[in-house]
């Protein structure tokens, strides 16, 4: 899974520093998974991710932001808790999710958000 600096998540999800407006930059429907090292539900939330990235392969793209490191990005999305998901669909908003969801759970957002008319896996 790629970790993102404010660079390449420019690059690849949302240049807020040119767009005001939501402009996804990616070929793939993404989440991703803002998290520091010392943030326990977050490192029950990482093999999970690390899961779907094998189940969705081709389909989705998973990437993280250490918040502890990207503090300016971490601003940018008003992330206050941790692990923050952001489900980036290729066309849409972006929808947020708290906490260390389940697996179903993140399944069902995977279905419903980012591959909505899409064939479930």
Known sequence: ME???????????FNYEKNQDWTFEGDLPCIIDFYADWC???KMVAPILEELAEEYKGQINIYKVNTEEETELAAAFGIKSIPSLLFCPKDGQPQMAQGALPKDTFKKAIADVLLKGAEAV
């Open 3 to 13: 970790h993102l600096t404010k660079e390449t998540f420019q690059e690849k999800i």
């Open 40 to 42: 326990q539900p977050c």
